[in-house]
């Protein structure tokens, strides 16, 4: 167990819906990152954020957002859902930049039908 | 662009035998980190190993060692004494401001 936990384990909607997509850092941890996990695009770096301002962008789409909060949990929001957003979601976090590991939640499974 | 590429989609090995698994990646970056993570059939994202490039020694962790060639820009990782649970996809990584991830390489363990 990473200590970090992410809600919900799976989500099933149709196209077009908008989804929010929740991530609890570990104790103490101020840095936050999502990535998406796709059969054909591998595993991409979505955005990370650390102490509430965003850090660093990867390849996010404009439908996708996300922040993070005083309590530093993080959403991730997912709007005008297509077929190919079916994923694996990660959320990991860290203590602070790269001279820290990042330490994974379980992901939460996308499926848009 | 920073790219990472892991030329074998999948491998096998015996148990107890050794494996070398090949990670290639292009920068223009001197400093920079390298990983290697494992994910297994859980789907959870573990970190196997790092490596800050401005270390010439290899990092090591237990079994898992690194073989970091700086100039070539090779991260090869190499798993001795090799376990059924080291069954996985593995990725390497690469990092100095955002992450990228090659596409992984599937290592089965034969009994």
Known sequence: ?113 | AQTVTQSQPEMSVQEAETVTLSCTYDTSESDYYLFWYKQPPSRQMILVIRQEAYKQQNATENRFSVNFQKAAKSFSLKISDSQLGDAAMYFCAYEDDKIIFGKGTRLHILP
């Open chain 1, 1 to 113: 167990d990473s200590g970090v936990t992410q809600t919900p384990k799976h989500l099933i909607t149709a196209t077009g819906q908008r989804v929010t997509l929740r991530c609890s850092p570990r104790s103490g941890d101020l840095s936050v990152y999502w990535y998406q996990q796709s059969l054909d695009q591998g595993l991409q770096f979505l955005i990370q954020y650390y102490n509430g301002e965003e850090r660093a962008k990867g390849n996010i789409l404009e439908r996708f957002s996300a922040q993070q909060f005083p309590d530093l949990h993080s959403e991730l929001n997912l709007s005008s859902l297509e077929l190919g957003d079916s994923a694996l979601y990660f959320c990991a976090s860290s203590a602070g930049g790269v001279l820290y590991e990042q330490y994974f939640g379980p992901g939460t499974r996308l499926t848009v039908t």
